[in-house]
């Protein structure tokens, strides 16, 4: 729903950070100009200022490798979970709502992120972006319903346990390639099923305004 590969990064390489740089811009440039699937490696490489095709290879291996790291790029750059904790005039709730409403606003994040739907049909890439949910995504959530529950916006029996359902539900079970729907209206129905788990367990975050802003992108109907 928010952020299904927003730490799936590829090794760290021991080449220039400016070479990277040019590379990773380029790429942005043309799948916003011509979309990912129409962007070859050689368009890149035509785009990156005189450099040279092995100097693509030293630091990529594949163009899904530049799309991944263009996302964990631009996912550093936002983080919301990172900005809200500042924010000592909202309750946990409150951020949690926070951090919905600023993946639904991050229209270039949301376009990437597209792009990236139908590489979850590889085994490998399905299991590194679920064990980043496990690891960084639901441990986000679990501190921030933790905090609703001391202040008191939050009744949550189990934080931990309703953060990892909750990340499930609102990543995995929305991937359009991991669990296709047979129409839009489906898609708008799943949002509703998660609503009122979400309210049933204490947690009622997915209000009418969140709903809309997801709606307002085309990300869940890819």
Known sequence: MMNVCEVITIPRNKYPEETVKIILDAALELFHSKGYEQTTILDIVGAMGGLTRGAFYHHFKSKEEVLFALNARMF????????????????????????LKAFASNKDYYELQSNMLPLFKSPAILKQMIDSQRDYTARKFAELMEEGNRDGSIRASNPKLLAELFTLLTNIWLIP???????????????????TICESLGLPVLDEEIIKAYKETNYLTS
């Open 177 to 195: 390639s991991i669990y296709p729907c047979a129409t839009e209206t489906e898609v708008w129905q799943k949002l509703d099923i998660i609503k």
């Open 76 to 99: 550093r750059d936002f983080n919301p979970y990172e900005r809200v904790r500042e924010m000592k005039n909202l309750n946990g709730l409150e951020k949690i709502k926070w951090v």
